[in-house]
C-alpha cells in the first residue's frame, strides 16, 4: 500500500472556525490532491499540486486554499468552515500526471 | 469539459451471478486516461485499473475484466461469478492529457452501489 496518511480523521467544528487538513506521503511522488466525496456527487477535485509550492485549482476550490512546503505535506485549510463543506476529504497521489492515484484513508469532517 | 457517467445508482445480485458495471466519458481530448476504483464499506479507495486512450485492449483479471470501446466512448467493467466481498461503491475516473501535460485531474462519475446478496 502506499504510504499516505491523513490527519486528523475525524473532525467537529463550527461554522466560521478555521480548520486545516493535513496529507503526508512516505512514496516521494511528485503530485498530491484533494478531493471531496458527497453524495450523488462522487468525488470531486478541490486543489491539486504537481511541485513544491505548484499548487493549482480543481472544480470546487472556492472556500479552500492549500499549501505544499515539502514534498511530503499537502495542506487544506478551510478559511472559515460552512456547513455546505461538511463532507468526507480523501488526499490522492501519483508518481506521474497519467498514473494510477493512490488515496489516502479519508477524513470525515462535519461543521455545524 | 470532461465528464463520467454511470448511470446505474445501485445494482443488486445474487451471489455467482455475473455483473456490468457501465461507465460512458466525454472528452474532446485525443489522449486520455480511465480508471476504475472500488470503496468497499470501510471507505477506503482501492484501485482496480487504469488503461490509456491508445490501448483498447480489453483486460481480465481473474474475475474482472473490462470492456474499453472509444467507439461508444465506453469502460464498462464485468464481474463474473459476483462473491459477496465484491459488495462496494465502484467508480469510473478520467482524466486528460492536454498540450503535452497531464496533471492527473480525475474527473469521477457518480458511482454504482454494488450489494451482492448471498
Known amino acids: 500500500d502506499a504510504g499516505i496518511t491523513q490527519s486528523p480523521r475525524h473532525k467537529v467544528t463550527e461554522t466560521g472556525t478555521p480548520v486545516t487538513l493535513r496529507c503526508h506521503q512516505t512514496?516521494?511522488?511528485?503530485?498530491m490532491y484533494w478531493y471531496r466525496q458527497d453524495p450523488g456527487h462522487g468525488l470531486r477535485l478541490i486543489h491539486y499540486?504537481?511541485?513544491?509550492?505548484?499548487?493549482d485549482k480543481g472544480e470546487v476550490s472556492d472556500g479552500y486554499s492549500v499549501s505544499r512546503s515539502k514534498t511530503e505535506d499537502f495542506l487544506l485549510t478551510l478559511e472559515s468552515a460552512t456547513s455546505s463543506q461538511t463532507s468526507v476529504y480523501f488526499c490522492?497521489?501519483?508518481?506521474?500526471?497519467?498514473?494510477?492515484?493512490?488515496f489516502g484513508p479519508g477524513t470525515r469532517l462535519t461543521v455545524l | 469539459a470532461q465528464k463520467v457517467t454511470q448511470a446505474q445508482t445501485e445494482i443488486s445480485v445474487v451471489e455467482k451471478e455475473d455483473v456490468t458495471l457501465d461507465c460512458v466519458y466525454e472528452?474532446?481530448?485525443?489522449?486520455?486516461?480511465l480508471f476504475w476504483y472500488k470503496q468497499p464499506p470501510s471507505g477506503e479507495l482501492v484501485f482496480l485499473i487504469r488503461?490509456?486512450?491508445?490501448?483498447?485492449q480489453n483486460e481480465i483479471s481473474g474475475r474482472y475484466s473490462w470492456n474499453f470501446q472509444k467507439s461508444t466512448s465506453s469502460f464498462n467493467f464485468t464481474i463474473t461469478a459476483s462473491q459477496v466481498v465484491d459488495s462496494a461503491v465502484y467508480f469510473c475516473?478520467?482524466?486528460?492529457?492536454?498540450?503535452?501535460?497531464?496533471?492527473?485531474?480525475?474527473?469521477f462519475g457518480q458511482g454504482t452501489i454494488l450489494t451482492v446478496h448471498p
Open positions: 499540486s504537481y511541485g513544491v509550492k505548484d499548487t
Open positions: 490522492a497521489i501519483s508518481d506521474g500526471g497519467g498514473d494510477e492515484q493512490f
Open positions: 488503461r490509456n486512450s491508445f490501448d483498447e
Open positions: 472528452t474532446r481530448d485525443t489522449t486520455y486516461y
Open positions: 475516473a478520467l482524466s486528460f492529457h492536454a498540450g503535452g501535460t497531464s496533471y492527473g485531474k480525475l474527473t
Open positions: 512514496e516521494n511522488h511528485r503530485y
